[in-house]
């Protein structure tokens, strides 16, 4: 994995880490009655997973593949002389 990729998803989690934190501190500063506080609950639920499924984990599968696909590339080869 290089160091571009691991910053890159470092990045983006730490984006959605601020992202839910913020996301989670709104009804503790705000009165909400029961209707509201379930609909910010789902919201917040929404934004986690969609996030989750929208980018980390597409980019953190890219990155490992790309590490496999690197690793083959560059796999000495085996054997050598002719019969």
Do not use: W
């Not at 996030?51 to 000495?76: D, K, M, Q, S």
Request: with cysteine; net charge negative.
């Amino acid at each position: 994995m290089s160091m571009d990729d691991f910053t890159s998803i470092s990045m983006l989690s730490l984006a959605m880490l601020v992202g839910c934190y913020v996301a989670g501190t709104i009804p503790l500063a705000v009165n909400f009655s029961e209707e509201k506080l379930k609909l910010v609950t789902v919201l917040g639920a929404g934004l986690l997973c969609g996030t989750a499924l929208a980018v980390i984990i597409p980019e953190g599968v890219h990155a490992l593949y790309e590490e496999v696909l690197e690793g083959v590339h560059r796999a000495p080869v085996q054997g050598g002389g002719g019969v």
